[in-house]
Each structure stands twice: as structure tokens, then as C-alpha cells.
């Protein structure tokens, strides 16, 4: 026992606190991100804002619970993609299975009755790449931007297809026997 009496100031070190190292000089910002898979629910809705910005808005489904007591959520989802990732985002069918990324807010509005309620509302952030996609065979056109967070389910890609970004939404692109 003698030879834990020599460590025994170790353990009762004062109770100050350790200086701490910045690794940043600006503020840490709070985040509160979502991924969605679910069914569209509607056909997208184009909308204006007050001050003329177009936006598209639909609701994503989902479910959850055993098969003979099914809940399902309704998601809210705002996207303010452009050019053809707003065309193949407003084409899309009802009932589409999709997966949505976007960033998640808390609205509180009084119904017509004077009751206060909350809503989650997801505003779309950025396209993931397609599920079962082989990451030896993806690439980006590293020249287009990707403004639409949204994808299409299910992709199933094989070694005679080639997944690639394009103008905000993925295609799947067959490759030749030759190529």
C-alpha cells in the first residue's frame, strides 16, 4: 500500500479549471439538420415570395409502427432550387419514394380558434447521392452547383452503370460494353 501513497496527490489534484485552446475565432453556430425517406405526398406546388423569389413547396410521408397500427408523419419540406433541378423536382409523381435532406425550424402560429401550435417546417440543404451507389464509379461535374436536395429512391446501380451529378439531380447512365 505504501506505493499508492506516492500517487495519492495525483488523485487530489485542486479543483481548477485546465485552460481551454480556440481552434476557432467565430462563434459556433447551432444546427438542427433532417433526412427524410418517405413518399411524396403531393405534386410539388411553384410559389412566389413577397419579394418575387420563387420557392417549390410539397409534403413527404412517412411511417412507422407495426402493420396493424401504422402512424404516419406528415413533413412540410420548402425547396429553393432552380433551373432544372426545380423542373425534375416539379415532375416528380405523387407518390414518388424520396430522400430529403434539409434543415429543420419550429414555427408557432395561433389557429383561427386563438390556440397556439407548432409546426416543423424542413427547408431542402443539399442532394445526397443515390442509396446502393458504387462510390468507385460517382463523380461530380465539378462546375455545376448542386441547389436541390432531393433524390429519387430506389437506384440500383451495377458495373454497367455510371451514376453522375447532374444540374442538381442524379441520373443513371448506361455504359457501353466497349467503354
Known sequence: MRGLSTFRPLFRAPATSLPTR????????????????GNLGNTPELRATSSGRELVTYSVATSY??????QTSWWRVTSFAEGPSR?????????TLLYVEGDASIRSYEDAEGKKNY???VTQRSLPPPPNCDFS??????SIS??????PLPYKIT????????????????RGLNE
Open 65 to 70: 409502427g407495426p402493420k396493424e397500427d401504422r
Open 159 to 174: 458495373d454497367r452503370k455510371l451514376c453522375r451529378s447532374l444540374a442538381g439531380h442524379y441520373e443513371v447512365l448506361r
Open 137 to 142: 464509379i460517382h463523380y461530380t461535374l465539378p
Open 119 to 121: 409546426a416543423v417546417n
Open 22 to 37: 480556440n481552434f476557432s475565432t467565430t462563434g459556433s453556430n447551432a444546427l438542427a439538420r433532417i433526412n427524410i425517406i
Open 87 to 95: 423542373d425534375h423536382l416539379l415532375n416528380l409523381p405523387k407518390g
Open 146 to 151: 448542386l441547389p436541390c436536395s432531393i433524390a
